[in-house]
């Protein structure tokens, strides 16, 4: 799959996924299923769209043509010095790159902070904990901690942090790891609260305390950002057994996502395996096909070797998802495909006596003669 196509698809699913725990997972109380939940649909997002289903698609199977042509006539030979520049990739690059400063500078002030251990701190980070023994209420302070320790949230950051710096341009990454910090915040207080004399006095800890804050990638007691939600969802009843009813629905969710991504990025890579009477063929046969793309496309870069193409024939004869399935370079790749589109329709497969969809393949040679070789 394309890299652009790969990107698209999982920053769909990222969307959607996280809609959907907007709406109905968000205010439940459920704060370990929600954790669970936002993982599964990061984790998901990114390998969905590397699921191909397309074996499922009554797309009969044809006999793979593959044939080498060589391309072209030297009265139409161009030459070109290197290969197009892809700006797009560059700056994606650039983004990784500077994203992955922004965290090694993350993690260093994390190892500065725990080595300091400056009064007020409470924090932690992986198993290590820094909390300032002279800080009121260091029961309840220690007991959040732990529950950040022993629960693995640093996991569930690095994650989130490692996964923002792929998908660097999409801000609902941000909305992910803001989500998920909550729901670790939620799940320590519901502990950290039983050391207190009720939530009420534990929420009063939370207004009036001022600590000093850790790393963006540490878990810190006081988070000042998160403080009003959190005192509103210690003071929020808790969720009725019936509403895991909404869980369940994660599921139709998956296999729709799971069918939505792979039929539209799976490009026919593979076939049904039910056989034709006649296969698809060009106006001429596959002589004349060899002829029309020697005429037809044209030599845009000084690398010689083969490019393998796929593409259907639909019912109406057009070419469809025509796809690179071996490079040779970009400029090649493109020429090859455009020589693909361009084609004239064809005479489609049967079987039984009615027209069906049929898939091909067929390796083009750039070379500077223009022999064919079968």
Known sequence: MEPQLYFFWSSILLTIFYFFYLVLLKRETFFLLNRIYLLSALCLSLLLPL????TLIAVPKVELMV???????????VIVAGQEFNWLSFIYWIGVAFTTGLLLIKLFGVKRQIQLQERGSAFSFWRTKVIDQELDNFAAIDAHETV??????????LLIELIGVFFWFNPIIYYYRNSLKLIHEYLADEHAANFAVSKKQYAVVLFLQNFKAGSALTNTFSNHSFLEARINML????SKVYSLWKYALCMPLIVLMTMMCSFHTSGFDSYGTNKID???SFPGGFEAFSKYLIKTARKVSDKEGRVMVSFVVETSGEITNEKVENSLNEASDKEALRAIKLSPKWEPALQSGKKVRSAYQIGVNFQSDNQVNR
């Open 51 to 54: 699921m191909d289903l397309s």
């Open 278 to 280: 006649q296969p698809a």
């Open 235 to 238: 003071q929020r009843k808790k």
């Open 148 to 157: 950040h320790v022993k629960q693995f949230h640093t996991l569930d950051i």
């Open 67 to 77: 044939s080498k042509l060589s391309i072209i006539d030297s009265r139409k030979l």
